[in-house]
């Protein structure tokens, strides 16, 4: 089993939906959790970056990470055809590299 | 210009022979990481650099080496390529002091390794 597991998707919503993308993982000493974004033939950017449990919000994203059930969420407001992409969930503990999710791929319809 | 450089950026090659991938950046990190993108698999870690004279496996390095060769070019090589080494290879760098940070990875576009 993959310590970090995310539905490949790809997902598909009309603009101006709100878009939910989730990750679920198994190693509960994970402390720094972060969502990246990939456009078609592109490496990936940092989106957002959340440190234990709680939400953060910038703009139209909001993170948030729920450690007791394992479980980090990204929500995207308002969804525009600028927001396709694929997005993985990163996570790591405090001594180790980042672990990625597979990645979900994101199509939103004009 | 990008801040991260990978070259080639699409390679095709035949089993059995040398590849050998540069990345080269101007961010002035000191950190460096070469990572492999596979269809629902993810990125993997291959190998990563915190100086030049401090080289650490990641999580699948087995077939790959790597080169520091200055603080700003890390290389990645296959000494002899299978097809199951066909992917996306992401170079990476990060600037962190003392431990992993914030985790901000900073990725190249990639290059688009097929062998055959």
């Known amino acids: 089993q993959k310590e970090v597991e995310q539905d490949p998707g790809p997902l598909s919503v009309p603009e101006g939906a709100i878009v939910s993308l989730n990750c679920t993982y198994s190693?509960?000493?994970?402390?720094?959790f972060m969502w990246y974004r990939q456009y078609s033939r592109k490496g990936p950017e940092l989106l957002m970056y959340?440190?234990?449990?709680g939400n953060k919000e910038d703009g139209r994203f909001t993170a948030q990470v729920d450690k007791s059930s394992k479980y980090i969420s990204l929500f995207i407001r308002d969804s525009q055809p600028s927001d396709s992409a694929t997005y993985l969930c990163?996570?790591?503990?405090?001594?180790?590299?980042?672990?990625f999710g597979s990645g979900t791929r994101l199509q939103v319809q004009p | 210009d990008a801040d991260v450089t990978q070259t080639p950026r699409n390679r095709i090659t035949k089993t059995g022979k040398r590849i050998m991938l540069e990345c080269s950046q101007t961010?002035?990190?000191?950190?460096m990481y070469w990572y492999r993108q596979d269809p629902g698999l993810g990125l993997q870690l291959i190998y990563y650099?915190?100086?030049?004279?401090d080289i650490n496996k990641g999580e699948i390095s087995d077939g790959y080496s790597v080169s520091r060769q200055a603080q700003a070019k890390f290389s990645l090589s296959l000494e002899s390529a299978i097809p199951n080494q066909t992917a996306l290879y992401f170079c990476?760098?990060?600037?962190?002091?003392?431990?992993w940070g914030t985790g901000e990875l900073f990725f190249g576009e990639g290059s688009r390794l097929t062998v055959l």
């Open positions: 990476a760098t990060s600037d962190t002091p003392g431990g």
């Open positions: 961010k002035g990190h000191d950190r």
């Open positions: 190693n509960s000493a994970f402390q720094y």
């Open positions: 959340t440190y234990s449990s």
């Open positions: 650099s915190f100086d030049v004279k």
């Open positions: 990163a996570m790591r503990t405090g001594r180790r590299a980042l672990t």
